[in-house]
């Protein structure tokens, strides 16, 4: 039962259980699942060579979203797209002194916005409908958490800074609603119930896209590994975080069973980590994670100022 939490507990499990999901699984993206040794604390090495607490482009991006909302006063798609691009280019917010494991769709989008000066530089084609916008939300609906409509708004307009495709845009709408719901202590069974919304009759007037309305019917209760799978596809991801969150008790559990699919695992665990902190809040998160998690003291000070940036925009 997560009801009395305080919602600055949420605001740090959620930030920081993006960072734990992606730092965790970063050692074995990319991997078949059972093609490694369970996975069940940090450790180091895999494509990107990562050192114990190590995390990649999925925190570093949301670290980026977060300065631009509290910086800017609210989402300002230009500031996020230039400090998307200081990311690549400048390493910003990068945990080493370059920016590394940037996704293709991301990049293209990057090259776009240097090129022709659009923020929203994101493709639309169904090929681009990858997980790349997912994995960065949490920042948006936290930051908009008083204002559901607004969070759910501007959820689907950070996707379309890199990820335009309608998959990455209603998968960030529902996905940030989600978000919204377990900062003001929904409990689970009604937050993963068929369509929840904070916002009353939100998607009668804007609907989801039909693969995202059939995970947010609940696609993963009927499902579990190998039909789940930690595939880089926005819909696959989301599927497969929510299985992770609705098939555990608890933060620790959920992000194992995240990270043990294997193939896209920093980012399902990562998508997993946004909603799953938020919902279990930071106390739950096991003190050995809390303690190795790289940059752990500016992650907690960026979701600080998130909560009362969400307050002050809420008149509180
Ligand atoms: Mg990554
Ligand atoms: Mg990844």
Known sequence: MTRGLDPLERYYGSMLGLAIGDAMGAPVEGLAPGMFPKVTNFSGGGVNNIEPGEWTDDTALAMCLAESLVAKNGFDAPDAMDRIRQWWRAGYWSCREIAFGIGTTTQAAIEYYEAEGAPFSGLSTESSASNGSLMRLAPVPLYYAESPKDAIQFSGDSSRLTHAARLCVDACRYYGALIVGAVQGVPKDELLAPGYSPVRGVWLCQPLTGEVENVARGSY????????????????????????FASTDNFADGVIAAVNLGEDADTTAAVYGQLAGAYYGISSIPDGWRDTILYRKKIIRLAERLYQASRELAGK
């Open 221 to 244: 209760w009927e499902k579990a590994p190998p039909a789940i799978r930690g595939r880089g596809d926005v819909i696959s991801c989301m599927e497969a975080a929510l299985w992770a």
